[in-house]
């Protein structure tokens, strides 16, 4: 089929990299015209698992353009897909402008029976909206408006594209639930779980499952706490409690909280649709408020080892806002080190991907290139994110390098026993402070 993308960001890029080695002919098009000639040019704006060679694939292949010339990228086409920004708005709510800006543009290009479909999360009768918009602009023309959220990891887009747990179509017309089938039909036919069903249910999907996962990791975090008090361990518990197949043992990994370009902003999204909607969701609002207590619990176990340093030194390993990506967005990081900072704590750090974008919004930071020059003269290193070599960190050389040697691991991926067996006090996140 072909297809095209309006938004080159992370969402529209990937989608539009996979749907091309599906076998469509997609153009992906956007307004930033350094973006295009990168694209063009060969390069990826940001990070992701094989994303640069199934691009450079498929462009080799003739299946896959891009363009800043919209009326190009929209006319005869039979799916375009909407996946620009939609950032926080003022009051938690999401911003649509960046949608509605798409729907205007695009409108006087379309072709006849097109069907638009909107890849960014929005909120709950956005593709009404979106309709009335094109039909304003082309009010003779037949097209419709549907909704095919999307659930994609960053770090494992590709994969969560190709192999996805469902497809959700919404669509209020029989034609265009089954063009966007046809468009899905290599992954239907292999019995990838479809829900059909209304635009506004399809939208309310995407919030209700990012707040679901939230919740989950809010909860795990909680139980997290109690396990430090009472001197339990949350790996045991966590595991005896995913095991049972109605709670599912994924999104129960304990941590410094959730942070990146989707829950943060979606859950304040959910609860601000849901005030507008006289449905309030003080689950989800507990669950906003304790995730930034989290960070701030954190940054306070840090002082409080710290307490006896004269001129204290930290070192955080990893400010990505999970591994596999360079995305710092709402990274846990961004809070504890100023926080750490406005208490007088000198903070050198390293990240294999995404210490560019955090040396732009930690500039008082020191960067080093690699973990061990990081560690120098530290009286405590921090691991914020689980990054997989820092599963296999040289502990001998960490202790040589620090001044004192205590280890904080956030994420709970290193072995207590091996890192105390190195001199070091362990600290992590649902047990006890060993020694
Ligand atoms: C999330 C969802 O998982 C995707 O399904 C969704 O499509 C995407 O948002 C989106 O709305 O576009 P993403 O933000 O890329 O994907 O990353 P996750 O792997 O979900 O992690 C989110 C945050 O939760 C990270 O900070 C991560 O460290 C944290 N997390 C995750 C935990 O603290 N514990 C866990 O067990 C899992």
């Known amino acids: ?20 080695e599906m076998g469509h002919e997609v153009i992906c098009a956007d307004i930033d015209r350094d973006r295009i000639a990168h694209l063009n ?10 994303l640069a060679e199934m691009m450079s694939r498929n462009v080799a292949a003739g299946r896959l353009a891009f363009t800043d010339n919209l009326p190009e990228a929209v006319a ?28 205007r543009r695009i409108a006087p290009h379309m072709s006849p029976k097109t069907v638009v479909t909107l890849k960014s999360t929005v909120v709950v009768g956005t593709a009404r909206e979106v309709r009335e918009i094109i039909a304003e602009e082309r009010g003779a023309l037949d097209f419709w408006v549907t909704s095919n959220p999307e659930f994609l990891r960053e770090g494992s887009a590709i994969h969560d594209f190709l192999h996805p747990d469902r497809i959700v179509i919404g669509a209020d017309d029989r034609d265009a639930a089954d063009r966007l089938i046809e468009l899905y039909k290599p992954l239907l036919r292999r019995d990838v779980p479809l829900v059909e069903t209304g635009t506004e249910n399809a939208e309310l999907i995407k919030y209700a499952a990012n707040a679901f996962l939230a919740l989950k990791i809010g909860f795990i975090n909680d139980v997290a706490d109690l396990c430090e008090s009472i001197e339990g361990d949350i790996q045991a518990v966590a595991r005896g409690i ?37 449905a309030p969701q ?21 002082l409080d080892e710290l307490q006896t340093a004269r001129r204290p030194t930290v070192t955080v390993l990893g400010v990505a806002f999970k591994a596999d990506t360079d995305d710092v967005r709402e990274s846990p990081a961004l809070y504890i080190i100023p926080y750490l900072q406005e208490k007088g704590v000198t903070v050198r750090a390293f990240d294999p991907w995404a210490a560019a974008n955090g040396a732009k919004l930690l500039p008082d930071v020191e960067w080093y290139n690699d973990p061990y020059e990081a560690a120098e003269g530290a009286h405590l290193t921090a691991i914020l994110t689980e990054w997989n070599m820092f599963r296999t960190l040289d502990l001998k050389l960490m202790a040589e390098r ?19 067996e190195h001199g070091f006090r362990h600290l992590s996140i649902g047990r006890a402070t060993l020694p």
């Open 1 to 20: 089929m072909r297809v095209s993308m309006i938004g080159a960001g992370y969402v529209g890029l990937t989608t539009g990299v996979c749907l091309a």
């Open 76 to 103: 005869n086409r039979e799916i375009i897909m909407i996946a620009v920004g939609t950032p926080k708005g003022a009051a938690g709510e999401a911003d649509l402008s960046f949608v509605r800006e798409a729907a």
């Open 41 to 50: 040019a060969g390069s990826t704006p940001f990070m992701e698992n094989g």
């Open 242 to 278: 995913g095991l049972d197949k109605r709670i599912g043992p994924s999104f129960l990994a304990p941590g410094p909280g959730y942070g990146g370009s989707c829950f943060p902003k979606d859950t304040e999204a959910f609860v601000a649709t849901g005030r507008a909607h006289y």
């Open 402 to 420: 620090m001044r004192k040697r205590v280890l904080f691991d956030c994420r709970n991926i290193l072995d207590p026993e091996t890192v105390i």
């Open 282 to 302: 003080p689950l989800i609002e507990a669950v906003i408020d304790r995730n930034a207590k989290r960070r701030r619990r954190i940054a306070e176990r840090i």
